[in-house]
């Protein structure tokens, strides 16, 4: 019931094994619940890996971590942040083009106006902070 993230194979294993796709609901709400944990509390060289995990879960489930990045601002600051890392050292040949087509198919997967307002937000945000990171 409690575990202690590091950068080090067991949190790397959990992390894959959370961005694994559910369909249990339960099991779906469970895994993002231990996700936003980590998300939070993640420092160092966890924090600079957890990009990819952070796209894959909210292309995965875009509904309920839009959901949570509406409630919880601390959150969305840190998604914020491991997007714009991740579009950073992926994507740099291509980085507004791949933040833009992101943003776009995650808009498409939602289904409410308040989520796709909070997207909306993220969106300046990330490509703000993507130019910061290449300055």
């Known amino acids: 019931k409690t575990f202690v993230i590091a950068d080090n194979d067991e949190t790397i294993d959990l992390l894959m094994l959370l961005t694994s796709s559910f369909t249990n609901e339960n099991e779906v709400n469970n895994a993002i619940n231990i996700f ?8 160092g060289a966890l924090a ?12 995965n489930y875009p509904n309920q971590m839009i959901s949570k990045m509406t409630e ?10 491991y997007i714009a890392t991740h579009f950073y050292y992926n994507h740099t ?4 083009s791949a933040v833009d087509d992101f943003f776009k198919k995650i ?15 993220l969106k300046p945000r990330v490509k703000e902070l993507l130019i910061t990171i290449s300055d």
Do not use: F, R
């Open 36 to 43: 936003c944990e980590i998300c939070k509390n993640a420092d």
């Open 48 to 59: 600079e890996a957890l990009g990819i995990y952070a796209i894959i879960m909210i292309e």
């Open 72 to 81: 919880d601002k601390e959150l969305q600051s840190q998604y914020i942040h």
């Open 93 to 96: 040949t291509a980085g507004a």
């Open 107 to 121: 808009g498409n997967a939602l289904d409410s106006q308040t989520k796709i307002n909070t997207l909306s937000n």
